[in-house]
């Protein structure tokens, strides 16, 4: 049994592993997940109905739900071992095929700096930017209405406070987070940051210093994976086409609420 790799490229978490398996030609199957599956959040509109489908293909949901304990992806399938969490996926892949060193350098103290920053993304840039598909999207596909703008720009206040350390603490003068080639710490970053991108909040348009290193970040793993790990986010819209359930609404809208509060 080979390599199973359970992935919905709308998540942050996905897209690093997905980028990170596919530029070192790691051999996987790719088992597509829809977290916004029917049966999981709503329902596509019925066919001929005029609505474009926000997905498209099997879904492998309920397999996902048998891997990881978590239920949740990503999640890794090799044999009969299984794993969830993407930094430890991203170890395990980095392990196990033995990927250049520049992605988990084995000098002790490069390899500390990656594992720093992704110590520090999950409370800082993973805290804000996933919030602005929530705000602009999600929940008013659920709740029907949309959120105050003070909400919005609450966010992105908070957000703008972590580009501001990302860039002053750890990106500094080096063309990527530890020097002068891509690592994991990158990858993980880029990725959720091209999430407020997806929903028209362009953080790279005044800061050059970020969008040159994003524009590095793309080369280094080459521009067409990139964005075609991007396409679904960069189209996050379509998801307004999803007819959700009315008692599903009634039941997620509260909670997802809470999520902002």
């Not at 993973?126 to 609450?154: D, H, Y």
């Not at 990158?186 to 362009?202: N, R």
Request: aromatic share 8%; proline share 6%; with cysteine.
């Amino acid at each position: 049994m080979g390599l199973e790799l359970y992935l919905d490229l709308l998540s942050q978490p996905c897209r690093s592993i997905y980028i990170f398996a596919r530029s070192n030609n790691i051999p996987f199957e790719f088992k597509h997940v829809e977290l916004f599956k029917d049966s999981v959040l709503g329902k596509k509109p019925a066919a001929g109905s005029g609505a474009e489908q926000p997905r498209a293909g099997p879904s492998n949901t309920e397999g996902a739900g048998k891997v990881s304990l978590l239920k949740k992806v990503p999640a890794l399938k090799d044999g009969d071992f299984t794993l969830a969490e993407c930094t430890a996926i991203l170890l395990y892949l980095s392990r196990k095929y033995n990927t250049p060193d520049h992605w988990y350098p084995s000098d002790i103290q490069k390899r500390a700096r990656v594992d720093e920053y992704l110590s520090w993304h999950h409370a800082n840039i993973r805290a804000n930017a996933p919030k602005t598909m929530w705000i602009k999207v999600l929940i008013p596909l659920f709740t029907g209405q949309p959120l105050p703008s003070e909400k919005l720009q609450e966010v992105m206040e908070g957000l703008s406070t972590s580009l501001k350390q990302f860039e002053e603490r750890f990106l500094q003068d080096k063309a990527f987070i530890i020097g002068s080639e891509i690592s994991l710490a990158d990858l993980v970053a880029i990725v959720e940051l091209m999430q407020p991108v997806g929903v028209g909040c362009d953080i790279f348009e005044d800061r050059p210093r970020l969008r040159e290193w994003r524009r590095r970040v793309e080369d280094a793993v080459g521009k067409e994976l990139f964005f075609q790990a991007h396409e679904m986010i960069l189209n996050i819209k379509e998801l307004s086409n999803i007819q959700i359930d009315p008692q599903l609404k009634e039941q997620l809208a509260p909670v997802l609420m809470k999520m902002l509060k």
